[in-house]
């Protein structure tokens, strides 16, 4: 008899990016989000001019098209911060945080149940070792809230796991044998660790607790990567670290705001207007704040954000590479070598490799038993990040599975199992 698709999804709802997965037989796990792409960028534009609501590359392209209205990324952030219980002003109107991650979520469902031509009531959603740092109730509550939104969605079975396990139960899949796994799932806001045994037979079992090692995680993702670079090799062009005429360095929450991308429509408010006009006034850094003063009136802080963050994946690839920064000056190009992005993300790396010490010293794992370091997350891919995780293990493979992918369909596995 051939076997029925599955009744839940599998959904990785990312800082990033979001996938949705579903077990059906003789079909790709991960569903069309986005024309034929599995993925769905998580950013929501609302288009002033046309009174509309778009997702995904849709929203990106309309905001970079010029239309006026307001772009948000880096939903996910929200979770666990204090921001989730405010909201945003959108066309003259206060939008709820709840209600912004809520219009998002609730497309990716639509999206997914158009795809598969059935509606979806169970789901497992995966979630990351730690929302918050060193802070349980906070984290209980980014998970509550997120649960919250996802029943009053229509999900009427709702659970959660942890996203590197998900990874870990799609490469398994393509294992012949039994392996160790240090499984790396670093993303746009946290990177997290599972130290894994996996194996065909295991992956027969309902019960894999004695198969899970140990985790860690700490809220350092592709994000943060972007706001590291932004700060120490763009920010300055606009301004930050230059002088008052007082000897004083300019104000720096500003910059703060913009390189964030989750507060970077903050720096748009009259307030930050009346303040830079009164920075401008005794400041030496005219030319600097000239550019800032044109990118906070044309509101052209995402389109900036978009230049640094392409940076970061370029500068993984080559040893330099070159922004064309042409509606903050006619003309204006800036160049960032690879040097530089390593030396401004020092701090981040340290702490991603320090979490991973801890985590192996904590299993009571021989570093040499390790077979493998599965990578997966859109950060993994940032050069220096990868080698230092790498040098931690000197004697395991490293592989990369389908950065945007493994966890949605992991999660479509466990899916599968938990609800049939």
Same mark, same amino acid.
């Given at each position: 008899?051939?076997?029925?698709?599955?009744?839940?999804?599998?959904?990785?709802?990312?800082?990033?990016?979001?996938?949705?997965?579903?077990?059906?037989?003789?079909?790709?796990?991960?569903?069309?989000?986005?024309?034929?792409?599995?993925?769905?960028?998580?950013?929501?534009?609302?288009?002033?001019?046309?009174?509309?609501?778009?997702?995904?590359?849709?929203?990106?392209?309309?905001?970079?098209?010029?239309?006026?209205?307001?772009?948000?990324? /880096?939903?996910?952030?929200? $979770? %666990?911060?204090?921001?989730?219980?405010?909201?945003? *002003?959108?066309? @003259?109107? #206060? &939008?709820?945080?709840?209600?912004?991650?809520?219009?998002?979520?609730?497309?990716?469902?639509?999206?997914?149940?158009?795809?598969?031509?059935?509606?979806?009531?169970?789901?497992?959603?995966?979630?990351?070792?730690?929302?918050?740092?060193?802070?349980?109730?906070?984290?209980?509550?980014?998970?509550?809230?997120?649960? /919250?939104?996802?029943?009053? $969605? %229509?999900?009427?079975?709702?659970?959660?796991?942890? *996203?590197?396990? @998900?990874? #870990? &139960?799609?490469?398994?899949?393509?294992?012949?044998?039994?392996?160790?796994?240090?499984?790396?799932?670093?993303?746009?806001?946290?990177?997290?660790?599972?130290?894994?045994?996996?194996?065909?037979?295991?992956?027969?079992?309902?019960?894999?607790?004695?198969?899970?090692?140990?985790?860690?995680?700490?809220?350092?993702?592709?994000?943060?990567?972007?706001?590291?670079?932004?700060?120490?090799?763009?920010?300055?062009?606009?301004?930050?670290?230059?002088?008052?005429?007082?000897?004083?360095?300019?104000?720096?929450?500003?910059?703060?705001?913009?390189?964030?991308?989750?507060?970077?429509?903050?720096?748009?408010?009259?307030?930050?207007?009346?303040?830079?006009?009164?920075?401008?006034?005794?400041?030496?850094?005219?030319?600097?704040?000239?550019?800032?003063?044109?990118?906070?009136?044309?509101?052209?802080?995402?389109?900036?954000?978009?230049?640094?963050?392409?940076?970061?994946?370029?500068?993984?690839?080559?040893?330099?590479?070159?922004?064309?920064?042409?509606?903050?000056?006619?003309?204006?190009?800036?160049?960032?070598?690879?040097?530089?992005?390593?030396?401004?993300?020092?701090?981040?790396?340290?702490?991603?490799?320090?979490?991973?010490?801890?985590?192996?010293?904590?299993?009571?794992?021989?570093?040499?038993?390790?077979?493998?370091?599965?990578?997966?997350?859109?950060?993994?891919?940032?050069?220096?990040?990868?080698?230092?995780?790498?040098?931690?293990?000197?004697?395991?493979?490293?592989?990369?599975?389908?950065?945007?992918?493994?966890?949605?369909?992991?999660?479509?596995?466990?899916?599968?199992?938990?609800?049939?």
């Amino acid at each position: 008899m051939r076997p029925a698709p599955a009744r839940a999804c599998g959904i990785d709802f990312g800082t990033s990016n979001s996938t949705v997965g579903w077990l059906r037989p003789g079909a790709a796990t991960l569903l069309a989000l986005e024309g034929d792409k599995p993925t769905l960028p998580s950013a929501v534009f609302f288009n002033a001019d046309e009174d509309t609501t778009c997702f995904g590359r849709e929203a990106l392209a309309e905001y970079l098209d010029g239309y006026e209205g307001r772009l948000m990324r /880096a939903l996910k952030s929200l $979770l %666990g911060s204090s921001l989730i219980d405010g909201h945003t *002003e959108v066309h @003259g109107r #206060a &939008l709820p945080f709840r209600q912004l991650l809520a219009s998002f979520i609730g497309e990716l469902k639509l999206r997914a149940e158009t795809q598969a031509g059935r509606p979806f009531d169970h789901a497992v959603f995966g979630r990351p070792v730690h929302f918050v740092d060193d802070n349980e109730a906070a984290d209980t509550k980014a998970q509550e809230t997120l649960e /919250a939104i996802a029943r009053q $969605l %229509g999900f009427r079975e709702v659970s959660f796991e942890f *996203e590197p396990i @998900g990874a #870990a &139960l799609h490469y398994e899949n393509s294992l012949d044998h039994e392996e160790l796994v240090l499984v790396a799932d670093i993303g746009g806001g946290t990177a997290d660790f599972s130290l894994v045994r996996l194996s065909p037979a295991r992956a027969r079992s309902e019960d894999r607790r004695d198969d899970l090692l140990g985790n860690a995680g700490v809220h350092i993702g592709g994000t943060d990567f972007d706001r590291a670079l932004s700060l120490e090799c763009v920010m300055p062009l606009l301004g930050y670290r230059g002088k008052m005429k007082n000897g004083a360095e300019i104000p720096s929450s500003i910059f703060f705001q913009l390189a964030t991308w989750h507060t970077i429509n903050f720096a748009y408010s009259r307030q930050v207007t009346t303040d830079l006009q009164h920075i401008y006034r005794d400041a030496t850094a005219r030319e600097e704040l000239d550019r800032l003063s044109r990118l906070i009136s044309r509101r052209e802080g995402h389109w900036l954000a978009l230049q640094v963050e392409q940076a970061k994946i370029d500068l993984s690839a080559v040893p330099e590479a070159t922004m064309l920064l042409d509606r903050l000056e006619p003309g204006l190009s800036h160049t960032i070598t690879r040097a530089a992005f390593t030396l401004a993300t020092r701090t981040l790396v340290d702490r991603v490799a320090a979490t991973v010490s801890t985590l192996l010293d904590q299993s009571g794992v021989a570093r040499e038993r390790v077979d493998t370091v599965y990578f997966t997350g859109g950060a993994s891919g940032v050069a220096q990040l990868r080698a230092r995780i790498a040098a931690e293990l000197p004697q395991a493979r490293s592989v990369e599975g389908d950065l945007y992918g493994s966890i949605g369909a992991g999660l479509a596995v466990q899916a599968a199992r938990r609800y049939g």
